[in-house]
Every structure is written in C-alpha cells, then in structure tokens.
C-alpha cells in the first residue's frame, strides 16, 4: 500500500515562498505520473502541476504556471512543490497523489498540508 505524506505548508506573506514536500512510502512504488492539488474552501479540488516520473515532464495550470515548479527526487521517493510569488488566491489545503497508469486517474491521496497566504 503506497502512502503520501505532505509536509511544508504554513503561513507566509504575499510575495513570499514555499517549498513542500510529498514523501512517498510502500513496499514497491511506481507510478506513471505524480500530481499536486489544492482545494480551497468551497471550492473543487484542483490540479496544480504534475511530473511524468520517468521522463520528468512536466504541467502546470495556468494559475501557477512561471511561480511554481514541479520536481521529483526518485532515489528519496519525494515530490516537490517550490511556490514563488505567492498570492492570496494560492490559499488552500495542497495534496499531492499518484497516477499509476496512463490511463488512471490519481489516487492514494495524502492528508494534505495547509497553505495560507496573507495580503
């Protein structure tokens, strides 16, 4: 059983920057992609970015596209959010999930880690 855990959040100024962290644990892990989310209060759980984990490529919605970056550490089992520029629309509760196959859609979410931007 793979088991996510986000770690990272806080609260930061606008401006400001953060880094969180996805740990991955399991037995044997592989996945076809990994995907941060955020889900802010009312609102639908959204995707941020995600990174292929073979080949490295990457996506990112146009809300955060040029302030953060995606990136994988295969030897830790660790995804990384780098969020630059922060702003207060960014406020939200960021997960991080697998895609095991193509074909599949992302699951094994984490508890989530809370982010909070103030003005």
């Known amino acids: 059983q793979v088991q996510l855990v986000e770690s990272g959040g806080g609260l930061v100024q606008a401006g400001g920057s953060l880094r969180l962290s996805c740990a991955i644990s399991?037995?044997?892990?592989?996945?076809?992609?990994m995907g941060w989310f955020r889900q802010a209060p009312g609102k639908e759980r959204d995707l941020v970015a995600s990174i292929s984990w073979s080949s490295g490529n990457t996506f990112y919605a146009d809300s955060v596209k040029g302030r953060f970056t995606i990136s994988r550490d295969n030897a830790k089992n660790t995804v990384y959010l780098h969020m630059n520029t922060l702003k207060p629309e960014d406020t939200a509760i960021y997960y991080c999930?697998?895609?095991?196959?193509?074909?599949?859609?992302?699951?094994?979410w984490g508890q989530g880690t809370q982010v909070t931007v103030s003005s």
């Open positions: 399991g037995r044997t892990f592989s996945a076809y992609s």
């Open positions: 999930a697998v895609k095991a196959a193509i074909l599949s859609g992302y699951g094994n």
